[in-house]
């Protein structure tokens, strides 16, 4: 019995002892340690990080394959992230480890914190080095990721806010389509005389409740959120939310409403969705949303589809508005000659044909200025012609410090904010109060925010 | 470093008291020099385990809940208790903190009236009863994700089930997902589906342990059915239902999966739990200060809650 104890605790102690050195393992494991940067060929790895899911992936992993196969110094590995807001956290907290990116794509509203990090090598650098013409680059694109005259990421993948009409429908009424640039006053005429015309049966117009158009209404009308010209000139200490740009815009929305013209489908990805399905069956004749749905609504669209810029204020010209979508930057955690090629790899997918075929397959913009006469691009254009609305949108807006995105943290939180200002409204409750209440919370969250930043109050 | 809030863990399960603490304390100081080296040597593997993976995340998100922390994640700024301030000070937090008390004791509740009616009705030896036994307790096998994508179908407003059948009833169709109080019956629903199984499974188990010699005498006394259930079955089996309704509860307050997966804590913060929150806090906004504050919260809510449960129920429970 005794014996058998003996030989039994013999067993127990081993185990405890490779409990023990599993972990010593697991915790030196963990440890930042020199990046096995090489390929059994001989090729040096670049591990990149994205984003894209479903057709965008596709196109992506083309875009990869190319690049993997056009040379044979470099051996990009892609890896899907999930989705924008998680792969932040990630890339940040991984930094410095060796399961961390060479090259990744990051979304317009974490370009701030990427910026302050400090975890990257600006693209600025390897152009200079290279001798790269960033000019190539559309302006309006790179304004967004760009700091002090330094460019930190490389625009990728690239939309821009549009307003969609139904053509058919319009035309069935009799009604004449917005203008190419519309103001307000443009387009609620044309939702009150579809929605009279119909016989109420088609809803005029709607604008989801996303905290990334309102912001957008304020770009479109010079109009800044922040105080330090929206982060541009250094970190924002003050939120101005109750402007009267802002006030303008709702007060435009809520008279819509009022006329009857307006359907609200809500906030979140299934009112995107339900937004899109309304519009493809006649049940709502115009909407605002990202140039990057433009492939849903060719595709399965059996009305002509109208496209125009992003309406503005009456009496003003239309200011441009700020890009979405993500951009890449390159980790400064990685050795040399993974920095280059991970600047190598963005170079091609940013090149003409890359860029061109890109926007055919997935809706985002052509960033290179060459695209424009590539074939792919004239044949898509031949074929649907209000496919090159967003795009001219981008190449007219000229850029400056009030359409060129926000640069602030904790903008995630903004938006819900922003969002529940707009459901506030939509429901019927004061457009004041549900600003100043919102702007109350924004600017708490940003003293804090600032405070742990060490940024000083001026 | 959240994770020990996020995730159902197997020590909580442990509720039923055991031996008498007491009389083993004073001879763990009686034991010789050999047997504390054993005891050392059967418990170190066990401790370590928990001091690296349960204690070491606790107190680290006790520490980190006093700071601000900084885009990077990092603390940065003593708060001192300034997060718990905000936290139970603003009107959104304490809208989620309502909107959980109410799920969790919706869930808890139906699920045990639900759970102790099937197993009484299983219970019965009737020719073909294992069959039934079988399809109660099946959703033991089915995994969140599934389940979770399965509601999806039957509340979708233009393909699901239940807008087929409003239709066919000629009864208006309602959009379950995107308006707050139904989100949350949706919610609720597609919980206690979740629970049925388990619950039914143990209840079902401790109904059969009953002496059938209790049943018989009641018989002969005269007493009918109701009674004998009510005055037989729910004392015998209260120990378990006491456990049920712990693991019921406490896991309802963690409800995590299905919450992402069906309704990802809208329409307007009407499905907004407090675990979601500290997710989205923690892994959507990067306010970690925040989300351990908000960890902390919640996991002495959980104590004080099994603490009530402890002295209101253990003493109608008839063990």
Redesign the interface.
Known sequence: MMKQLSKY?KY??I??FA??LT?LGLAVAQKPQAVQAATSDGKTQVVFWHEMGGPAEQALLKIVDGFNKSQDKYEVVPAYQGSY??A??KI??THGTNTSPAVFQSFDISTA?MM??K?TTPIQKFADADNYDLNQISAGARAFYAKDGQQMAMPFNTSQPVLYYNATLLKKYHITPPPVSPSYSDISRVATQLYNRSNHKVKGMTVQIYGWLLEEALANARTSLTNNSDGHDGTPTKVNLNNPTTVQFLKWIRSNIQQGNFINY??????GT?QIAGFLADKVGMFIQSSATIGQLTANNKNKLGITYFPHPDGTKANGVAIGGAALWISNDKPQNVQQGSFEFIKYALNAQNQAQWQKATGYLALNKDSQNETVLKKLYASNPEAKVPAQQLATATPNKTNSGILM??M??TRELEE?AM?TVYNGGDINNALTTANQSINDNLK??N????VKPK | MLKNVAEPEPESLDVTPTTPKAKSRTKVFALNAKDKYYALLFLGPSVLLLALFVFYPMIKTLYISLFLTSGLGKTTVFAGLGNYVRLLTSADYLNSLGVTLIYVFAVTILTIALGLLLAHLASETLPGIGIFRTLFSATMGVSVSVAAIFWLFIFNPSTGFLSLLSNWLHLPVINWLTQPNTAMVAVVITTVWMNLGFTFLILLGAIQSVPTSLYEAASVAGAKPGYQFFHITIPMISPTLFFVSIITLIGSFKSFGLIDLITKGGPTNATNMLVYRIYKDAFYSGNFAQASAESIILTVIIALFTLLQFKILERRVNY
């Open positions: 605790l127990d102690l185990s405890l409990v023990v972990l807001d998680e932040v956290q940040i907290q914190q302050d990090s975890y809500g906030s979140g990805a299934s009112a339900n943290q904790g995630q939180l529940t459901e804090l925010t405070q742990a930043n060490g």
